[in-house]
Structure formats: C-alpha cells, structure tokens
C-alpha cells in the first residue's frame, strides 16, 4: 500500500467528501483504482517505474505540465527543495478559485509542510491516516504569491559548488559528488574500451569520469529512472564529443544492448525506504549485459551483500578496495 496516496484519495471519501472536478492535474502522479473514473485527469511523473504504472493503469501522462486546472494533486518526493518546489508548481497550474490537496508520510515532515502551506494560504484543512497527512487549500485570492515565489526558486537548477555540474533538486547527491562515486571515478582503468552503460547514472558524473579518463570507450548509454536528472547530464556531458544515449528507463525492466564495460553506483532506497533488492536487481540486469570478458565496475555500501549476486550471476568478482564507509567491486563475465 501507498500510505500518502491511500491518504489522499479519503479526501474523495466519506461525508465531507471533495467532489471529483471536470478535469484535474496529478504532480507526482501514482496510479489508484479510484482514479480511474475520474474525467480528465492529467499526470506528470519524473520517475520512470512511476510514469510506466501510471500509463498501464490506463491514466494520461505528461512530460510537463501545462495549463490551469480546478484541482491540482500532489504527492511530493523526498527532499525539502523540491517538495515546496512542488507546492509552487501545484500553485501556478491551478485555476482562480481552484483547490490544492497534498498528500506525504509524517517521517517526510508532512506537518512541517502543513503548516508552511497553511502561513502561504491560510485555511487549510487537514486529515490525518496511515501515519501520514493529507492538507488541502483553496485560493481565495488572498494567497502569499511572495512565498511562493521562493519556493519556485527552489526548483530551479544549480550548480555543485567547485564544480561546473548542475543539478535538480530531489535527484541522488545534488548539493556534493558522492564520496563512493568519486573513488570509483578515480579507480576507472583508462583502457576500458567499447560499449559502456552507467546504470542510475544521475545527473552524469560517472559518465563524466569514463568520459575524461577513458578515451578508448567508443559509445556510453547512460540509464536513469528520473527524467529531471538525465536532463541534468545531458547539459553536463554536453562538452563530450563522443557517442552518448540518454535512455529515461527502468533499469528493472533490463536493457536493451550488450556491453563491453558497465559502471554504477547502484540504488538501494525508494522513496525514504531502503530497497536493497533493487540494488541486487541492478547487478543481475549488469550481469547479464555484459559481453564475453566484459567488466562491471561497482561501488556500494559496505554493508550490502552484492557479491553473493555477483556469484549466482555467473562473474568472476575481486574486492578492489574498501573503506570505513564503501567498497569497490569489479567483475568479469568470463
Ligand atoms: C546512488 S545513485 C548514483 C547516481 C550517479 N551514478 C552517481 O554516481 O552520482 C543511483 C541512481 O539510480 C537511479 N535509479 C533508481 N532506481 C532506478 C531504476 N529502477 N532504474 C534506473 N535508475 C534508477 C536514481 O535516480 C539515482 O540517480
């Protein structure tokens, strides 16, 4: 169950019920079986496995929203930045009059966010169910737009300090490089050569890396599961004149080439939850795109048992170094 969006929809439920309008807008968008009677109701999703549940429940889908609307829904991700971003965004796609209904767990700051919605606009109502809360105002023409001003700005782009990356809020590592991910950047032999994928690349920087150090890799495909990060690396590899494919997917769904060289810092959370089964789902779908000899480059946690997978995926795994905090697998597919 998806206690946020479980906790939103009983705001269609019940005596106090909201009517479901002529045609709304969902940021954030996850599919519900009350959902599906709804009129004109309109999704965006940055996130690849959510966008693809969203459209094979039937549901329209955008790339970005456009337009005004009566209602806008909002279930936000995991960051503060883009969670009043995402307020903001809500905000300027609604109609004179229209309503704003958020939804997120009370371990995402759901009251934090309550009430700096409730300081923007003033009469908000709130319910509360399934350890989260569901708010929602109405524009009576007396909303803060100062506020959200701000908050919009939030959402823009920004660079790393003492780099020249930029980023998105909400993505993985946006305010520093990943300390893991750097000392796997560092440790990238430069005669890798071919065919190169980075699974969850992010906004690039491992693809970077392959790109600086290793002037033999003929074409890198990069795989990330949010659309607003892989816009990020397209601006961030741009200088690279090399061949380069930006594939917005579900690296679960597995991939569509062959590899001579794969590298990845894999995921292990969705949403605040920790998945270590995605990270394991990563290494079978690397192992099993790897070309006769090819190479997997990994970096993790020290904690998480990958090299079992490595293992039963049929590779041949050194341990290339370890830390207080990472370790660095590299495998062959012999
Ligand atoms: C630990 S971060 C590594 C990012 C980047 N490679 C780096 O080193 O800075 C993992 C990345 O995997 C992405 N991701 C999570 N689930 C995914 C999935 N199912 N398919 C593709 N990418 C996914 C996340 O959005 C995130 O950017």
Redesign the pocket.
Known sequence: MNAALETLMLAFAGEDALAVPSHALFLGAQPHPALAQWPNLCGWQP???QATAWERAGLARVDRPTGRYPLVLVLPGKSRDETLAWLALAHDHLEPGGRLLAAMPNTAGAARFEQALAKACGNLVSLQKHKCRAFQVQDDGQWHAEVFAAWRALGGRRVIPNTNFVVEPG???VDH??P??AW?AEQLPPTLRGNVA??????G??SDAVLRRCPKVGRLDL????AR?LDCARVNLAGHARELHFHW????EGLPGSYDAIV????FH?GQATAVD?GRAFLQIAAAALKRGGKLYLVANRQLAYEAVLEASGLVWRNAGEDRTYKLLMAERR
């Open positions: 996130l690849k496995p993505g993985f590592s490089i990943d893991g991910s796997l980075d699974l969850g690349a992010g906004w920087f491992l795989f990330e599961a949010d990060a997917h579900d690296v679960c990845m810092n894999p995921p969705v995605l």
